[in-house]
């Protein structure tokens, strides 16, 4: 069963953590993307991967670390130095340029 | 970051009738376009994808590119309580990178 996994569903912090989100992708898929989405607005890219071992910033890629060490997996930490982290973070993969992103279920992180 | 605008609603259309959306986009050289679905609290789906000019019809949905007035519309018909939704319109920028449009909060009332 193919798709994008991502962990926890809800995830809770106390300010000045850092944590990590996981985002899991069994489609073979060779770009992925990192967005967070906040109430009332739309997604905003923080990071993306074009392949293994290669990322680059987004948008908003301030307070925010990725590695991607495998193809399949891509996981996004939220460092201390975001000012604002709650916010439901988004994970998707396309299989190459111009093609459509493919999203997972989402984190919903609060931070207080 | 390109720019893509899309009225944000909500349109309120009866169940039954065709609900009509609307995206423009800033960037003449995009190639690709995209409207995804997202229920409130989930994450988006895609629902339709439309590459060269004219209409494309998937079921119920219709998409409509535009690219010399820059812009692609979507048509949702027998509108549905389930379609209410939040439309995303996404557009590739010219390279990995997909520009999202705030969304249009769609409510079908029975």
């Known amino acids: 069963d193919g798709g994008i996994t991502q962990s926890p569903k809800y995830l809770f912090r106390k300010e000045g953590q850092n944590v990590t989100l996981s985002c899991e992708q069994n489609?073979?898929?060779?770009?992925m993307y990192w967005y967070r989405q906040d109430p009332g607005q739309g997604l905003r890219l923080i990071y993306y991967?074009?392949?293994?071992?290669?990322?680059q910033k987004g948008d908003i890629a301030e307070g925010y670390s990725v590695s991607r060490e495998k193809k399949e997996s891509f996981p996004l930490t939220v460092t201390s130095a975001q000012k604002n982290p709650t916010a439901f973070y988004l994970c998707?993969?396309?299989?190459?340029?111009?093609?459509?992103?493919?999203f997972g279920p989402g984190t919903r992180l609060t931070v207080t | 970051q390109k720019e893509v605008e899309q009225n944000s609603g909500p349109l309120s259309v009866p169940e039954g009738a065709i609900a009509s959306l609307n995206c423009t986009y800033s960037d003449r050289v995009s190639q690709s376009f995209f409207w995804y679905r997202q229920y409130s609290g989930k994450s988006p789906e895609l629902i339709m994808s439309?590459?060269?000019?004219g209409d494309k019809e998937d079921g119920r949905f219709t998409a409509q590119l535009n690219k010399a007035s820059q812009y692609v519309s979507l048509l949702i018909r027998d509108s549905q309580p389930s379609d209410s939704a939040t439309y995303l319109c996404a557009v590739n920028e010219n390279d990995y990178k997909l520009s999202f449009g705030a969304g249009t909060t769609v409510t079908v009332r029975a």
């Open positions: 439309i590459y060269s000019n």
């Open positions: 991967s074009q392949i293994v071992n290669d990322f």
């Open positions: 489609l073979n898929h060779d770009a």
């Open positions: 998707a993969s396309s299989i190459s340029w111009g093609n459509p992103q493919y």
